[in-house]
């Protein structure tokens, strides 16, 4: 168990659901680990040891849903508020508690069964004591030795905190349901359509000569034997020797895992010097099959590292990296170059569009040359409709970076709901033209088509979108509807019917097929 997953263990562990079989435990310990992973097969195990009478009651299952909250949840929520009391106690300097960790820490004993209550008492005291440790700076015991609670650790914790709640509610459906949405890291200058956020960790990697390299990674679980992760490494200026530096990366983080003699090749991907390598090797633990690739970022002084890693085969780790690759977008410009914190998170989050133009506003005065910056409150503008200021910071984050991807797009949006569907057909044409697999350019530029009459273009697009991203529901939803409008029924009852598979829970795919007198 990594240091991160102890931490969040340790905090407060869920409660033993005691209605559950041993096997539905330790689905359910699994699927809301900090190291954990959930399964189509694990959700359809643990499903399929609940009576049906339960499943076929929708006041059972939302009685069974409680009892889950009650026996599990209520940690993670304790874990979440505890985590977030320490960021804000190490920005203060002094013990700093969120609204909400007062009642996640009496839910958290409340809700313990009798035999828990020792472990949750115990949980609670080492949350006071980490809040005491970052506001003093002193350290901690954990269980590989003393440790000190840092800002960069607490982001980790939470980040693996968010995965823990995602897979929990896919886990609490009766009905499985695959839905990539969009993920963004803009200090790793990555973006990524994924099934549940990632978690977060630094590690180094070390060269030829002995020089450790440091290492953001985003990862994620597939499975027990399956996990994907995308990273970015940062240098000192610029690669000398791009292809050669993208050679020997490679070829350490293949060594790093034990995989020697391997010879990367040099490419060129997406327009840019990267090299590729994959290997394999046995150790007491099972069998490694590893496939890297290191992609040059010299705009951001570094590089990409994308890799995949599969116990079953070579093969499995190659088409395993593919698969990431294509559900990703590089180049995402992050909030970063400022001492003001405070104004560059309420410029990053989303909830609040007022909030966010302030940030934005106050971060672009310390940074008037950032491109992101501008395009975030381009986004908060368009979410208040109000769609001509959104465009001008559109248009001054495309002056600054000319390749930024995400500005063409949203000033895209912004133009096709003002109806002005040919200037958004060209910025989506641009998004592509960056980067031809952008599923989301071909999704929107399909619905700008659409909106015109347009029925081949769209098509087209959303074919391709298919092409690039088969289980995106969404793009099977827009090709049936456009399918619809030129009169080709049983096109569309096909593409409705495969959205609603690989999202059961789709209103539009439903009731499209219902008008059509079409059964699911």
């Given at each position: 168990m990594?240091?991160?997953?102890?931490l969040?263990?340790?905090?407060?562990?869920?409660?033993?659901a005691?209605?559950?079989?041993?096997?539905?435990?330790?689905i359910?310990r699994t699927?809301?680990?900090?190291?954990?992973?959930?399964?189509?097969g694990m959700h359809?195990?643990?499903?399929?040891?609940?009576?049906?009478?339960?499943k076929?009651?929708?006041?059972?299952?939302a009685?069974l849903?409680?009892y889950l909250d009650?026996s599990?949840?209520?940690a993670l929520?304790?874990q979440?508020a505890?985590?977030?009391?320490i960021?804000?106690?190490?920005?203060?300097?002094?013990?700093?508690?969120?609204?909400?960790?007062?009642t996640?820490?009496e839910?958290i004993?409340a809700?313990?069964?009798p035999?828990?209550?020792?472990?949750?008492?115990?949980?609670?005291?080492?949350?006071?004591a980490m809040l005491?440790?970052?506001?003093?700076?002193?350290?901690?015991?954990g269980p590989?030795?003393?440790?000190?609670?840092?800002?960069?650790?607490?982001e980790?914790v939470?980040?693996g905190?968010s995965?823990?709640?995602?897979r929990?509610?896919?886990?609490?459906?009766?009905?499985w349901?695959?839905k990539?949405?969009?993920h963004?890291?803009?200090?790793e200058h990555?973006r990524i359509l994924w099934?549940?956020?990632f978690a977060r960790e630094?590690?180094?990697i070390?060269?030829?000569?002995?020089?450790?390299?440091?290492?953001?990674?985003?990862t994620?679980?597939?499975?027990?034997?399956e996990?994907?992760?995308?990273?970015?490494?940062?240098?000192?200026?610029r690669?000398?020797?791009?292809?050669?530096?993208s050679?020997?990366?490679v070829?350490?983080?293949?060594?790093?895992?034990?995989?020697?003699d391997?010879?990367?090749?040099?490419?060129r991907?997406?327009?840019?010097?990267?090299?590729?390598?994959a290997g394999?090797v046995?150790?007491?633990?099972g069998?490694?099959n590893?496939s890297v690739r290191?992609?040059?970022a010299?705009?951001?002084g570094?590089a990409?590292?994308?890799?995949?890693?599969?116990?079953s085969?070579?093969?499995?780790?190659?088409s395993?990296?593919a698969?990431?690759?294509?559900?990703s977008q590089?180049?995402?410009?992050?909030i970063q170059?400022?001492s003001?914190?405070?104004?560059?998170?309420?410029?990053?989050?989303?909830?609040?569009?007022?909030?966010?133009?302030?940030?934005?506003?106050?971060?672009?005065?310390?940074?008037?040359?950032?491109?992101?910056?501008y395009?975030?409150?381009?986004?908060?503008?368009?979410?208040?409709?109000e769609?001509?200021r959104?465009?001008?910071?559109?248009?001054?984050a495309?002056?600054?970076?000319?390749?930024?991807s995400d500005?063409?797009?949203?000033r895209?949006?912004a133009?096709?709901?003002?109806?002005?569907?040919?200037?958004?057909?060209?910025?989506?044409?641009?998004v592509?033209?960056?980067?031809?697999?952008d599923?989301?350019?071909?999704?929107?530029?399909?619905?700008?088509?659409r909106?015109k009459?347009?029925?081949?273009?769209a098509?087209?697009?959303y074919?391709k979108a298919?092409e690039?991203?088969?289980?995106?529901?969404?793009a099977?939803?827009?090709?049936?509807l456009?399918?619809?409008?030129?009169s080709e029924?049983?096109?569309?009852?096909?593409?409705?019917?495969?959205?609603?598979?690989?999202?059961?829970?789709?209103?539009?795919?439903?009731d499209?097929?219902?008008?059509?007198?079409?059964?699911p």
């Open positions: 990594s240091l991160i997953a102890a969040i263990w340790a905090t407060a562990q869920p409660a033993r005691q209605e559950l079989t041993a096997q539905q435990q330790e359910l699927a809301i680990g900090a190291d954990g992973w959930l399964t189509e359809q195990e643990f499903w399929a040891a609940v009576p049906l009478a339960i076929s009651d929708p006041k059972a299952i009685a849903t409680s009650r599990s949840v209520n929520r304790f979440r505890t985590w977030s009391s960021k804000l106690t190490l920005a203060a300097k002094r013990v700093t508690k969120t609204p909400d960790y007062e996640a820490k839910e004993r809700s313990s069964l035999q828990e209550r020792v472990g949750a008492e115990r949980g609670v005291r080492n949350a006071d005491e440790a970052a506001a003093t700076g002193r350290s901690m015991s590989n030795g003393p440790f000190y609670v840092t800002e960069e650790m607490t980790q939470l980040a905190l995965g823990s709640f995602h929990y509610r896919k886990l609490s459906n009766p009905t349901i695959y990539p949405e969009e963004s890291y803009p200090n990555i099934d549940g956020p630094t590690q180094t070390t060269m030829e000569g002995g020089k450790s390299v440091p290492i953001t990674l985003l994620s679980r597939i499975s027990e034997h996990h994907v992760a995308l990273g970015f490494m940062r240098f000192q200026g690669w000398l020797d791009p292809e050669g530096a050679i020997r990366t070829a350490a983080t293949l060594t790093g895992m034990g995989i020697r391997v010879r990367p090749m040099v490419t991907w997406r327009g840019r010097v990267a090299a590729e390598g394999s046995r150790s007491s633990a069998a490694i590893a290191i992609v040059e010299p705009e951001h570094g990409w590292q994308i890799m995949a890693i599969s116990a085969s070579l093969a499995d780790a190659i395993l990296r698969t990431v690759e294509q559900a590089f180049d995402v410009v992050g170059g400022t003001n914190s405070d104004a560059a998170s309420d410029c990053e989050q989303r909830e609040d569009p007022d909030r966010k133009i302030r940030g934005c506003t106050e971060f672009i005065r310390d940074n008037p040359r950032n491109a992101t910056a395009n975030n409150r381009g986004l908060a503008y368009a979410a208040k409709k769609f001509d959104a465009i001008a910071d559109y248009n001054k495309i002056e600054i970076n000319p390749r930024h500005a063409y797009r949203t895209g949006n133009y096709r709901s003002k109806g002005e569907f040919d200037r958004a057909i060209a910025d989506y044409t641009k592509i033209e960056i980067d031809p697999r599923v989301l350019a071909h999704l929107a530029r399909g619905v700008a088509y909106n009459g347009e029925v081949d273009r098509i087209a697009d074919s298919i690039i991203r088969p289980r995106d529901a969404n099977y939803i827009g090709r049936g456009v399918y619809l409008k030129a029924k049983d096109r569309a009852i096909a593409d409705f019917r495969r959205a609603l598979s690989l999202d059961p829970s789709d209103q539009i795919a439903k499209a097929l219902k008008r059509l007198g079409a059964s």
